[in-house]
């Protein structure tokens, strides 16, 4: 089992920025991927953001360029900075451990709590 406990949402104005952290617990394996989730009101939840082991990322064209998604795999830790915030960034975040092999995904996605992140216009 893996747990993951977020931190760090809360309430911005447009333009602004926030730092999401999520740190993992339990039975991690080195080769996994971590990222971000998010979910609106009345919408499905969207990949935000993705960083392997090795430090590959990947993430939605609605962040790219205000987003950066980083870890410390010294402490099961993955990070979101989130910059130029936007009213339609308004979700609730959530991150993902999965162990992998290589790109490979194996086994399920265990989900942190959710955070919510408030932007205003």
């Known amino acids: 089992q893996v747990q993951l406990v977020e931190s760090g949402g809360g309430l911005v104005q447009a333009g602004g920025s926030l730092r999401l952290s999520c740190a993992a617990s339990g039975s991690i394996f080195s080769d996994n991927t971590m990222g971000w989730y998010r979910q609106a009101p009345g919408r499905q939840r969207e990949l935000v953001a993705t960083?392997?082991?090795?430090?590959?990322?990947d993430y939605a064209d609605s962040v790219k360029g205000r987003f950066a998604i980083s870890r410390d795999n010294a402490k099961n830790t993955v990070y979101l900075q989130m910059n130029s915030l936007k009213p339609e960034d308004t979700a609730v975040y959530y991150c993902?451990?999965?162990?992998?092999?290589?790109?490979?995904?194996?086994?399920?996605?265990?989900w942190g709590q959710g955070t919510q992140v408030t932007v205003s216009s």
């Open positions: 960083i392997s082991g090795g430090g590959s990322t």
């Open positions: 993902y451990y999965q162990r992998s092999y290589g790109t490979l995904p194996l086994g399920n996605k265990y």
